[in-house]
């Protein structure tokens, strides 16, 4: 269910009704069995058949004040008085309910958020982006661009309102994302990445935590400030610990040794300048066939135009412009650049070599 932690109405009035003391489903069983009571009571009462009872009780509740079906005894009319009496509060909360949820527009918000539930309910191998704030948009945007499916976490109300606002139809889940909930609502234990973005270590240790309990399989990449935190972050189960001043500071620091070698990295990884980009392949995601071979037999550049600059092995160390005798082993998984149009040559190839 996606809700608000707020719990009150965004007013200037500090009396104002909490959110979750108007009701829909309530104001309606209000209504159901006030319709009952008066049908039962005036059928009970006055001997009216069903129809009678019920056209008694409709002009009673709505006080439109038409003829009755025949005098009323005493007993009746005290019944009516308190029936009445009694419809006072219960219209006035089925009205509350009306104003909040009809012309405030809560009922279309909540519409919108039960459409954005069935969304994520069918994602698989999607990312989860808890936090959107200055790394969180960063991120989403790159997301856009390159079509990737993902799920936004965030709790504040400010920022939720710019993603209902945004251009892109963006699914999201308003919560505290260090909740467990959030992230089982967020689809976790069918997500294939998660990444932990909140400005607070503490607060992503507890998503670290939680996603490492909720999906083993899950890679979790996450933010961390403080130096003393990425110890901690990576033995909660982070795959990988980002330390957005540190990255920047050397960015910069490079600027100055290294200026032309920043700016060739800059400029290949830059989508909107350039349509180089990278692609890793891993033993697990290729046909069964090249297991075992080496990159020459691969023949990748001659079949795609794309290039493999680096070979990952099973302990996670990198080798930069492997040898063409270098195998593929379990574990193992090979870094490939290339444009855009090379890169997908690349998916065509090793899929239409399962076929074959």
């Known amino acids: 269910m996606l809700r608000n932690l707020n719990g009150g109405w965004k007013s200037g009035n500090r009396f104002a009704l909490p959110k979750n003391f108007l009701s829909l489903r309530l104001a309606l069983w209000l209504l ?61 909360y089925i009205l509350a309910v009306f104003s909040y949820y009809i012309i405030q527009g809560e009922f279309f918000k909540n519409l919108h958020h039960l459409m954005i539930e069935k969304q994520i309910s069918k994602m698989q191998d999607h990312i989860i982006l808890c936090g959107y704030g200055r790394y969180g948009k960063e991120i989403s945007q790159h997301f856009y661009d390159h079509g990737l499916p993902f799920v936004i976490i965030e709790q504040d109300e400010s920022k939720i309102d710019l993603l209902r606002k945004g251009d892109e139809k963006t699914l999201y889940i308003q919560e505290d994302a260090t909740h467990d909930e959030a992230l089982v609502e967020a689809g976790i234990g069918r997500a294939k990445a998660i990444i932990s973005a909140l400005p607070d270590d503490s607060d992503n240790l507890f998503i670290v935590l939680s996603a490492r309990q909720l999906n083993p399989r899950i890679k979790i990449i996450s933010r961390a400030k403080d130096p003393k935190s990425q110890k901690k972050l990576f033995k909660a189960g982070a795959n990988h ?55 020459a037999d691969l023949h990748l550049r001659r079949e795609t135009g794309a290039n493999i600059i680096g070979f990952k092995n099973p302990m996670g160390r990198y080798l930069v412009n492997p040898d063409p005798d270098t195998v593929f082993v379990p574990g193992s998984s090979f870094i490939i650049l290339g444009s855009q149009g090379q890169l997908e040559a690349v998916r065509t190839f090793f899929s239409n070599k399962a076929d074959g």
């Not at 009216?48 to 004040?65: E, K, P, Q, R």
């Not at 100055?256 to 180089?276: C, H, L, M, R, W």
């Open 241 to 295: 610990v980002v330390m957005p001043e540190q990255i920047g500071g050397f960015y910069m620091a490079t600027l100055v040794s290294k200026p032309g070698a920043v700016e060739f990295f800059s400029f290949i990884t830059n989508e909107y300048q350039s349509d180089i980009g990278f692609e890793e392949i891993a033993y697990d995601s290729v046909p069964a066939k090249w297991h075992g071979r080496s990159i």
């Open 32 to 92: 159901i069995g006030d319709l009952a009571f008066g049908i039962v009571g005036f059928s009970a009462l006055e001997q009216y058949n069903l129809l009678d009872a019920f056209y008694m009780t409709i002009i009673t509740i709505s006080t439109v004040g038409f003829t009755e079906v025949h005098p009323l005894s005493p007993g009746g009319r005290i019944f009516t008085s308190g029936l009445i009496l009694l419809n006072i509060g219960i219209i006035s």
